[in-house]
T-cell receptor
């Protein structure tokens, strides 16, 4: 069975500082990994995806993530955050039913 | 940009009433998914369609829930005899078909249901 663990429920960080949001996954099928961002009372926006190929993937808004098969991780990073990055971030893995399986989310709070 | 749209955005209903939500996917996408998200949780899968065929249903989808996609375009999700535990955000997503591509899902803004 597939599962996703997001290791931090909340991450506070100062503006212009680097940030890493951690995600570990478990999958018995082909691994497809995603990060989504959700702003209050809105749907989810796709930040980046790993389907195959290079293990370092770049997404929108300056975010990137690295697929590490040996550590079953897919951590999200940004070298310098902005106030506008304050949101909830979800890591997801492709499930055996054709669905996405999501973690519980990490709330990123960027302080001035 | 014609993304995924959902209607209504908010719905307040009394316990025991029936409610119906609509989702319009991205036009060239064959697959359409429904998820439910409760406070403090990630979205949980309910069901999905490929064209008009409902291919998978989660055990979360009780017999009070029914979904349709009659012409392979828009979809409706109906909840009969609503309960307070049905209060949640209902999210719709769509995707193409193909290795890995089916998991690249694009979400609508959601319908927030409150059952009083």
């Amino acid at each position: 069975a597939q599962s996703v663990t997001q290791l931090d429920s909340q991450v506070p960080v100062f503006e212009e500082a680097p940030v890493e949001l951690r995600c570990n996954y478990s999958s018995s099928v082909s691994v497809y990994l995603f990060w989504y961002v959700q702003y209050p009372n809105q749907g989810l926006q796709l930040l980046l995806k790993y389907l195959s190929g290079s293990t370092l993937v770049k997404g929108i808004n300056g975010f990137e993530a690295e697929f590490n098969k040996s550590q079953t991780s897919f951590h999200l990073r940004k070298p310098s955050v902005h106030i506008s990055d304050t949101a909830e971030y979800f890591c997801a893995v492709g499930g055996s039913q054709g669905n996405l399986i999501f973690g519980k989310g990490t709330k990123l709070s960027v302080k001035p | 940009d014609t993304g995924v749209s959902q209607d209504p955005r908010h719905k307040i209903t009394k316990r025991g009433q029936n409610v119906t939500f609509r989702c319009d996917p991205i036009s060239e996408h064959n697959r359409l998914y429904w998820y439910r998200q409760t406070l403090g949780q990630g979205p949980e899968f309910l069901t999905y369609f490929q064209n008009e065929a409902q291919l998978e249903k989660s055990r979360l989808l009780s017999d009070r829930f029914s979904a349709e996609r009659p012409k392979g375009s828009f979809s409706t999700l109906e909840i009969q005899r609503t309960e307070q535990g049905d209060s949640a955000m209902y999210l719709c997503a769509s995707s193409r078909v193909g290795q890995g591509l089916a998991y690249e899902q694009y979400f609508g803004p959601g319908t927030r249901l409150t059952v009083t």
